[in-house]
Nanobody, 127 residues
Framework: QEVLVESGGGSVQAGGSLRVSCAAS????????MGWFRQVPGEEREGIAS????????HYDDSVKDRFTISRDTDKNMVYLQMNNLKPEDTAMYYC????????????????????WGQGTQVTVSS
């Protein structure tokens, strides 16, 4: 059974917007740190955003800061990544992940900190 399921990926031109979503199968994910990662073939998976339980704190990689926004809806067990002003270099497979515990911590960007993963959704940005 998949515990995290991403959706909303697709193809868009540079400068456009997309919102990718992550549906959690259980409500307890609402009490954990959630993160968004992306991966290009041949490269390591990189953390780009995280959000604590209660949406108290968010973190962003510099490459997406001021363009991407992470949010969560605890009523729906959902986590979102709103992506604006997309660039060709944003092209990647996007994954959501859950880290056990409320706090994301100073290693929020490290995939080793996260226990549960979705299957990913592809985002392609053309120039």
């Amino acid at each position: 059974q998949e515990v995290l399921v991403e959706s909303g990926g697709g193809s868009v031109q540079a400068g456009g917007s997309l919102r990718v979503s992550c549906a959690a199968s259980e409500a307890f994910f609402n009490y954990w740190c959630m993160g968004w990662f992306r991966q290009v073939p041949g490269e390591e998976r990189e953390g780009i955003a995280s959000i604590t339980d209660g949406s108290t704190f968010t973190h962003y990689d510099d490459s997406v800061k001021d363009r991407f926004t992470i949010s969560r809806d605890t009523d729906k067990n959902m986590v979102y990544l709103q992506m604006n002003n997309l660039k060709p270099e944003d092209t990647a497979m996007y994954y959501c992940a859950a880290k056990i515990g409320r706090v994301c911590g100073n290693k929020w960007f490290s995939q080793t900190e996260y226990t549960y993963w979705g299957q990913g959704t592809q985002v392609t940005v053309s120039s």
